[in-house]
Each structure stands twice: as structure tokens, then as C-alpha cells.
């Protein structure tokens, strides 16, 4: 069988050559790839009932990026007709991953089943089951030291990140038992399990999904052009996708929310989420850490394949400096590949239904591939309210709680260069006198916790964020006027 592109534009590569480029297959992927690979088997055996061992191992299967049912295809050398000639074989690296009576001189269906289960664990885990350098043990304790590892039960690998469903895992245990009575019977037993597992676990996903429920853009005071364009963008694609299809147009992949502290940013996305009525995700720099070598990079894969398999999806990257900093300050190798990897997840991630808002106050920290097109392809400064704006968070802040007859625009004039999360915090000092005296909240208890609370993000902060800005838009612009090709 030739190894074809199936008019597909994805990039080809063994399954191999994508987990040793740390592209672990998710749980889904490693279903669907297992069970295109199980329909590939049934086909060779329909057209040649005697045909002999086929190598089951993670180099002989070609896939691509993204896995579906019809992009799994087999390498020619693969199968071998004449078995007698190499039997009993010799126990090589290459191997190592077949049944036990395989090294033994025989090759059943089961041995199948068991190369089969073997395979999805190496590609959910990166390692082969029970793997050991064989090739480093003399060649005539090798089939006995390997078969003594087989008979051991299965192991979990130790790495953050990693947590495919028990159920899932019971299936690779029971299909590389050692004894083949013990094994799922036939090929379509073990397609049967899976395909039960698939549906159990894309149900199990969708009951719990993050949805968020609430007002909306309601509780959103300003921002109009902002909310205007996520509308537009992309609430309006995402409940017209059949017309958005026909026109071969997706929802953007990111925007970068900057600004100093307490301007709303966070606030906005999960107000943004409660709009779409969508998963969302909130992430940040914790949630991605690891001790462990290419820990960080599985994690945030892992981030990216939930995402997508839970679209639509809001991601929210909240200090996204810390997550996307500029390589040039990276300390080590590890801190770069993590960089790497989201920027590679981020690219053209809107194509899976998974939008990203990044936040951050500092907005010169992070790498500038990931502010290009493609990607944060959008910014929008977030800063301190106008006096429009704080009137109406003045209204939102007070329309469930007592109050006397509040004159708005004389309280507002006083939070003027205030920033947006100072509003709730000084209505919520004036509730409490209000509590303490007995009373319901009026204009003076709000101007008496205007006089007595302090500015939480100081002029000399908001002023240095304004310069930050000024030259972060310059610097966009004088990108815009580069000129591209030979001078």
C-alpha cells in the first residue's frame, strides 16, 4: 500500500516520527487512529486470507496532523508472506513490541490484538510498554529477559500531563495480556471496545464542558467597540457556520487584551465567554509548569487538544507575558520549547473552533511571533474609564443593592482616573458604612469611600502604561509600513 497525501494538505509523517517530535496522540486521536488502523487490517485480510505477519509498530503507519478515520496509511514493507524463513526471530529494538508467541514462531489474529494495544500506549504515553534497550543485553538472554518484562503488568509513566481514562487504559491492559486466551478474541472485539470507549468518552466531555452562564456583555460597562467586534467576528460565525463554511471563513485565533492592572481584562473574558455561551478555559502560568523535560510542552499540548475537542472554546491566557515571554530572556532550552509549542498551538487554532484572549500589563515582554498575524493577531489597550464608562459600572455595581436617590454624575466626577476595579471596591466600602450606620447607600457615603480609599493603581503607573502603549502602537504601525521584498 503506497503512502498517498488523500487530498488531504496536512503534512505526512509516521507515527513514530510524530511522538519523537513530542506530538503525543490524545486520547481521541489515539482511538481513531487505532481504529483506522484495525479497518486497514481487515481490508489486507479480506483480499488475502493467508497473509502472513504484518509488523504492527509505531514506524509503519503514516498519518497526518490531524487524525481522522481515512488518513492512516500502511508502509509496503510492512508485511511479510513468508514467515518460515525468519522464524523464530531474533529479539531486536525493533521488535520489542510483539506478542510473547511471536518469539516463539507463531502469529495469530491475538498477536495482532497485542501489537495493536501496544502501539496505543506508546502513542498516548511517547515510550513503548515494558521498554528496554534489548540491543545492549546479549542476543542469547534477549527473548528471556524480554518475556520475563512482558509478563509484568503495565505502567502508568510518572508525568504531569498525562491522564488518559481508566477505561481506555483497561482496554490496552486487557489486549496485551501475555496469554492470548486472556485477550480480547478477534480484531473486531477490540474495535468493539474502542468504539464503545469513543462514544463513552466524547458523552463524559460534553457533560462537562465549563459553560458559563450569566449576563454577558450586559455587565460590561464601555468596551462597545470591543464587544461590537467579538459579535461580528465571531458570536455572528459561530451561529451562522454553515453560511461562514461557504464563504471559508473561521472565527479569528486570538486578541492580546493590555493595559495596567484592575482595567477589566479578566473581567471582560469571562464576560466574553458568558456571551458566547461557549466551554471556556482559564489558564495560566501554573497550570503549564512541570519539572519534568517537555513536561511544559505536553501540558499545554494537552490544554490545546481539550480545547479543541470541547469547541467552541474560549482559551483564556491571563498574564500571558509569563507564558509567551520573549525567547531572548529564556534561561534555558525547556522555557523556549514551551514557547514553541504555544505558538505552534496558537497558529490558525480559530480553524478548530478555539478562540484565545491574552492578557497581560506587559505587553513589550512578550515574543513577537506571537503577536503576528495568524496568532494575538489583534490588540486592544485596555485602560482606566472615561466618566461614561464609570457611570454606567456605577449603576451595574449598585442596581442589586438599598439605595437612597444616588446623583451618579456628581460620584463619578470624583472616581475619575480611578480604574475600573476601584468602582466595585468603593461601592462596596460604602455598603458596609451604610451597614455599620444602619442606613441604605447614598451620594455622600459614596464620595466619603472615595475620600477615604486610595487609588489602587497610582498616576505614575497609569501615565507609564499610556507611554507603553503609545510606543506599542507605534511599533505596530511602523510594521505595517515595512516594506516587503528587494530594496
Not at 525468519?86 to 501489537?115: D, I
Not at 502560568?285 to 505536553?298: K, N
Request: proline share 3%; charged share 30%.
Amino acid at each position: 500500500m503506497n503512502i498517498t497525501n488523500h487530498d488531504n494538505k496536512e503534512s505526512l509523517c509516521t507515527i513514530k516520527d510524530r511522538i519523537r517530535a513530542r506530538k503525543l496522540f490524545s486520547e481521541k486521536e489515539t482511538i481513531l487512529s487505532t481504529l483506522a488502523i484495525i479497518s486497514l487490517l481487515d481490508e489486507l485480510h479480506k483480499v488475502n486470507r493467508k497473509l502472513g505477519y504484518i509488523n504492527i509498530v509505531a514506524s509503519n503507519f503514516v498519518c497526518t496532523s490531524k487524525i481522522e478515520s481515512n488518513n492512516i496509511v500502511m508502509i509496503d514493507n510492512s508485511i511479510d508472506e513468508n514467515l518460515s524463513e525468519h522464524y523464530p526471530p531474533q529479539c531486536t529494538n525493533e521488535n520489542v513490541c510483539q506478542a510473547p508467541e511471536y518469539f516463539h514462531g507463531k502469529f495469530t489474529e491475538l498477536s495482532e490484538v497485542y501489537a495493536i494495544g501496544a502501539l496505543m500506549y506508546e502513542m498516548l504515553f511517547g515510550i513503548e510498554p515494558w521498554a528496554i534497550n534489548v540491543d545492549m543485553l546479549d542476543t542469547t538472554m534477549r527473548t528471556l529477559v524480554l518475556l520475563k518484562m512482558k509478563r509484568k503488568p503495565l505502567l502508568i509513566p510518572s508525568l504531569n500531563g498525562l491522564n488518559p481514562s481508566n477505561e481506555l487504559m483497561t482496554i490496552i491492559g486487557k489486549a496485551t495480556e501475555y496469554q492470548p486466551e486472556k485477550r480480547y478474541q478477534s480484531l473486531e472485539d477490540l474495535r468493539t471496545a474502542i468504539s464503545r470507549q469513543l462514544s463513552s468518552s466524547v458523552k463524559d466531555k460534553e457533560q462537562h464542558r465549563n459553560i458559563r452562564r450569566g449576563n454577558g456583555f450586559a455587565d460590561i460597562a464601555g468596551m462597545d467597540d470591543l464587544k461590537e467586534k467579538i459579535r461580528y467576528d465571531i458570536i455572528d460565525v459561530l451561529n451562522d457556520a454553515e453560511r461562514a463554511k461557504e464563504l471559508g471563513i473561521t472565527i479569528p485565533n486570538g486578541i492580546l487584551l493590555y493595559g495596567p492592572p484592575g482595567c477589566g481584562k479578566t473581567f471582560f473574558a469571562e464576560k466574553c465567554a458568558e456571551e458566547m455561551q461557549c466551554h471556556f478555559m482559564y489558564v495560566k502560568c501554573s497550570d503549564v509548569a512541570s519539572p519534568y523535560i517537555h513536561g511544559g510542552q505536553e501540558k499545554i499540548a494537552r490544554l490545546f487538544e481539550e480545547a479543541r475537542e470541547k469547541s467552541p472554546t474560549l482559551l483564556f491566557l491571563d498574564e500571558v507575558d509569563a507564558l509567551l515571554r520573549t525567547r531572548t530572556k529564556q534561561q534555558n532550552a525547556s522555557e523556549s520549547g514551551e514557547i514553541n509549542e504555544f505558538l505552534c498551538q496558537i497558529n490558525n487554532c480559530g480553524e478548530s473552533g478555539v478562540f484565545v484572549i491574552a492578557a497581560t500589563n506587559m505587553p513589550e515582554e512578550i515574543d513577537e511571533a506571537a503577536l503576528r498575524a495568524g496568532r494575538l493577531e489583534r490588540k486592544y489597550y485596555i485602560g482606566v474609564p472615561d466618566v461614561q464608562t464609570i457611570e454606567k459600572l456605577l449603576e451595574i455595581q449598585l442596581r442589586k443593592r438599598k439605595t437612597d436617590s444616588i446623583n451618579i454624575k456628581e460620584v463619578a466626577k470624583h472616581l475619575q482616573g480611578r480604574v475600573a476595579a476601584d468602582v466595585k471596591l468603593l461601592v462596596d466600602v460604602a455598603a458596609r458604612l451604610a451597614f455599620r450606620n444602619h442606613c441604605n447607600i447614598s451620594t455622600q457615603l459614596l464620595i466619603e469611600a472615595v475620600r477615604t480609599t486610595p487609588p489602587s493603581v497610582s498616576k505614575a503607573v497609569i501615565e507609564e502604561h499610556l507611554r507603553i502603549k503609545e510606543k506599542f502602537e507605534q511599533k505596530q504601525i511602523e510594521g505595517k509600513r515595512r516594506r516587503i521584498g528587494f530594496q
